[in-house]
């Protein structure tokens, strides 16, 4: 079975509300197993360092094999964006 990195917005007042919402918004999407956010149970939030570009963090995240996210069945990592906003991203089992 391969891997397939995915990143994915989700909206609510806190991480978990935001990673429910995303997950069901992307099964209601394609009906189906996507290999990404849907096949991911939970997530773990990690702080963008002072001053980095949150996105630019989870590319550095990526390209570094970051444990916390380097795992297709591991849990999904979760940087907040602004309120009400997160990214949520790792590698998932396709």
Not at 49 to 55: L, N
Request: charged share 30%; proline share 4%.
């Amino acid at each position: 079975m391969s891997a397939n990195w995915f990143e994915t917005r989700g909206y609510g007042e806190t991480a978990k509300e935001a990673f429910d919402e995303a997950v069901v918004a992307v099964i209601d999407e394609i009906l189906t197993y996507s290999g990404g956010i849907a096949g991911k149970s939970e997530f773990t939030q990690i702080e963008v360092p002072s001053g980095q570009d949150p996105e630019a963090f989870v590319r550095e995240l990526y390209e570094n094999a970051d444990p916390r996210v380097d795992d297709k069945w591991g849990p999904a990592g979760c940087i907040r964006l602004k309120d009400g906003e997160w990214l949520f991203f790792g590698w998932a089992a396709s």
